[in-house]
């Protein structure tokens, strides 16, 4: 048994532990973005206290205003999640070209339990000769899994990015995109 595929996840996990800690660094642990995270909790804490004691005129002005904090803290979300866009980018570049330096004359690492579909048997073979079987996958693909999956549980696990706390007052899509989660589905 080869463990050429371990190591081709352990490369992806520790690219994905190096991308998460470059963003932390260059964005979510800026100055600006605690601030903004910390005055979020004080702004629906505020209209909470309000919702319990103030009369019905009060509500709404608070309510107002906090509307219009959102509408200004969901332009300045936007800008870090650019910022952690763009860190995102480079990092899975760079380490793409690594890795395919170091596993791309390696040949397949896998064996899929399954023939995958002609329109994916590209993204399978990525770096193998067409000549081998149809089932047997490269590294890249294993990375490509690895990377996407792994990145999102460490992200989860450490708290990392936005948050729950900011999908209400990130800028909306363009009329015609498609919704990024199931829970805007169901708010429709």
């Given at each position: 048994?080869?463990?050429i595929p371990l190591a081709v996840i352990a490369f992806s996990t520790t690219a994905a532990l190096v991308t998460e800690f470059l963003q932390w660094f260059f964005v979510w642990r800026t100055p600006g973005f605690v601030t903004l995270k910390n005055n979020l909790s004080k702004h629906?804490?505020?209209?909470?206290d309000a919702k319990e004691t103030s009369t019905t005129k009060n509500l709404k002005k608070k309510e107002q205003r906090?509307?219009?904090w959102r509408t200004e803290a969901g332009r300045q979300m936007a800008s870090y999640n650019m910022k952690a866009s763009v860190v995102l980018m480079v990092c899975v570049l760079v380490t793409?070209?690594?890795m395919t330096r170091l596993f791309s004359q390696i040949g397949p690492v896998g064996r899929l339990?399954?023939?995958?579909?002609?329109?994916?048997?590209k993204v399978t073979h990525r770096g193998l000769d067409a000549s081998?079987?149809?089932r047997d996958c490269s590294a890249v693909f294993i990375f490509v899994l690895c990377q996407g999956s792994v990145r999102m549980v460490i992200g989860k696990l450490l708290n990392l990015g936005m948050g729950r706390e900011f999908k209400d007052i990130m800028p909306t899509l363009p009329k015609g995109f498609p919704s990024?989660?199931?829970d805007d589905k169901k708010a429709k």
């Open positions: 048994m080869s463990l629906e804490k505020l209209v909470d906090l509307q219009t793409y070209k690594v339990p399954f023939e995958p579909p002609p329109f994916l048997q081998t079987d149809a990024l989660s199931m």
